[in-house]
């Protein structure tokens, strides 16, 4: 049997730090018994997802290194590796299954749905679907959707008994089938869901090892069932320990930057990643640290990882990518410097907003200190202003930083008029509203036109440097933040 290996992430927003260490282990393990490691574009969600997504996943893996075998850029015998356009794939393989009596047409409102789970969460249960169109015969079907009223597919799942499978590194697990839904298999706009996707696309596919996030364990039954309900043998499965905060929560955006661009443009040596990565849930037979791809997966063994959670811990990856850097010869140094942060490409964003501000090349560098490197450190008395208090400070920035937490990408103008709006509603001038952020971005009062200098920074990095400030100005008690998440969700639905 030739292993085969995927990594199937989702082209939303940037490329999770997650996705990375999801396909380290995919790619090694692949690697390791010379098989084939293959990436798929999972695209379902129209809404969200957008081919500048997906094309900043292909550029951060291959910063990274973790080169695949079969994918969207590649091609490959099993393609497309693009979930949209395989959908009339999908479609077949879920009428097979209506027509098998292991699927049925849902005609359910959405309100109804939220009635029907309220009921249930008052009365103590799990919630599922209630099985109300089960037993809708072929001809009423048929007349409804002829009739153009919208409709799903979904799953047809046991009302007793327990699911029982094995993870290969968790060993038996049990799931009771009363706490499992009857899935969605295909949405109203025709699209399928992300579980008839995956299990269609890894069985043609010829997967043979799923290793995945341990949040899907709760997934398996229903995966398991359309591998039962299509008379398929299904593919080896691992759920690998989630990454976590050195707090031991869930690692989010919201408390540690998550995405690897994020990494790339903070100047961290992407071997120096990858090397951290691989040691997440992982140690090598000696218990050294450092150690080359080659050496990771020549020594790769799945029972090798560990169940505890992993912790991704910032000072201890600044530790790592600090003994690569001096490592490094001196014509490697220079060479990784420029390749980083003085590439044409980079120069090219900073230059319009520089030159007509520059008289002496010896100007350049105070100018742009904090779009090259970091920016200099911030103190409570940073933020002396005669009209802005700490608390109005604390606002202002929380603020912002929830809007930008929407956003993908930034365009200055859509900042500007951010700004603006909040400013409005603060009852500030948008000077004064702009004095925290200022500080935040750059570490300055004055510096070069703040909105392009946060469309060049990038929203991680913009991010990360906003929650430095709030770090600064005393965090945001639990208490206050309820307070402000109160008057934030108030003013945006307005």
């Known amino acids: 049997m030739t292993v085969r290996t995927r990594v199937a992430p989702s082209p939303t927003g940037d490329p999770?730090?997650?996705?990375a260490y999801i396909a380290l282990f995919n790619r090694a393990f692949a690697r390791s018994q010379g098989g084939q490691f293959i990436l798929r574009i999972e695209d379902t969600d129209?809404?969200?997802?957008?081919?500048?997504?997906?094309?900043r996943i292909f550029e951060s893996l291959k910063w990274l290194g973790l080169d695949w075998d079969e994918g969207p850029d590649l091609g490959g015998?099993?393609?497309?590796?693009?979930?949209?356009?395989?959908?009339?794939?999908?479609?077949?393989?879920?009428?097979?299954?209506?027509?098998?009596?292991?699927?049925?047409t849902c005609f359910c409102s959405p309100g109804r749905l939220d009635e029907v789970r309220k009921a249930q969460r008052d009365a103590g249960e799990t919630t599922r679907y209630d099985g109300h169109c089960v037993?809708?015969?072929?001809?009423?079907?048929?007349l409804r959707i002829a009739d153009g009223e919208s409709h799903v597919t979904r799953m047809k799942v046991p009302a007793t008994g327990v699911c029982k499978f094995t993870d290969i590194l968790r060993g038996e697990i049990e799931i009771p089938w009363q706490q499992i839904d009857m899935q969605v298999l295909v949405k109203a706009d025709g699209m399928?869901?992300?579980?008839l996707a995956v299990v269609v696309d890894d069985h043609l596919m010829e997967i043979t090892h799923v290793l995945r996030g341990e949040e899907w364990i709760n997934s398996f039954p229903k995966h398991q069932l359309l591998y039962q309900y299509f008379g398929w043998e299904m593919p080896l499965h691992c759920h690998l320990p989630l990454l976590r905060n050195p707090d031991k929560s869930k690692l989010s955006k919201r408390k540690n930057p998550t995405s690897i661009s994020y990494f790339q443009r903070a100047g961290y040596l992407a071997e120096a990643l990858v090397n951290y990565l691989s040691l997440m849930g992982?140690?090598?037979?000696?218990?050294?640290?450092?150690?080359?791809?080659?050496?990771?997966?020549?020594?790769?063994?799945?029972e090798r990882i560990s169940l505890g959670a992993p912790v991704f811990d910032l000072e201890k990856l600044s530790w790592l990518s600090g003994q690569y850097v001096r490592g490094m010869s001196e014509d490697e140094f220079m060479s990784s410097i420029q390749k980083w942060a003085l590439n044409r490409?980079?120069?090219?964003?900073?230059?319009?907003?520089?030159?007509?501000?520059?008289?002496?090349?010896s100007e350049i560098i105070p100018q742009v200190d904090y779009l090259l490197g970091d920016r200099a450190p911030l103190s409570l008395e940073s933020f002396q202003h005669k009209k802005l208090d700490q608390d109005m400070h604390l606002k202002i920035l929380q603020f912002l930083l929830w809007e930008f937490e929407k956003k993908v990408q930034f365009e200055s103008e859509e900042l500007l008029e951010i700004c603006k709006i909040w400013a409005d509603h603060l009852g500030l001038k948008i000077r004064d509203l702009l004095f925290p952020l200022f500080l935040a971005v750059s570490g300055k009062?004055?510096?070069?036109?703040?909105?392009?200098?946060?469309?060049?920074?990038?929203?991680?990095?913009?991010?990360?440097?906003?929650?430095?400030?709030?770090?600064?100005?005393g965090g945001v008690s639990k208490k206050k933040l309820k307070r402000l998440e109160k008057e934030y969700a108030v003013f945006s639905s307005v």
């Not at 009062?445 to 100005?473: C, E, N, Q």
């Open 77 to 104: 015998p099993f393609g497309s590796y693009r979930q949209s356009e395989r959908k009339d794939i999908y479609f077949e393989h879920a009428q097979k299954l209506v027509d098998a009596g292991h699927a049925f």
């Open 16 to 19: 999770h730090v997650g996705t």
């Open 345 to 361: 490409e980079n120069l090219s964003r900073i230059v319009p907003l520089i030159q007509e501000r520059t008289e002496k090349l």
């Open 282 to 302: 992982w140690s090598m037979p000696d218990e050294r640290e450092i150690f080359s791809q080659e050496e990771f997966i020549s020594e790769f063994k799945l």
């Open 445 to 473: 009062t004055v510096s070069l036109p703040l909105f392009d200098s946060i469309v060049i920074l990038g929203v991680d990095l913009t991010r990360m440097r906003i929650r430095d400030a709030l770090s600064v100005l």
């Open 192 to 195: 399928p869901t992300y579980h």
């Open 135 to 142: 037993g809708l015969s072929a001809e009423q079907v048929g």
């Open 46 to 55: 129209q809404k969200r997802g957008s081919s500048e997504s997906e094309q």
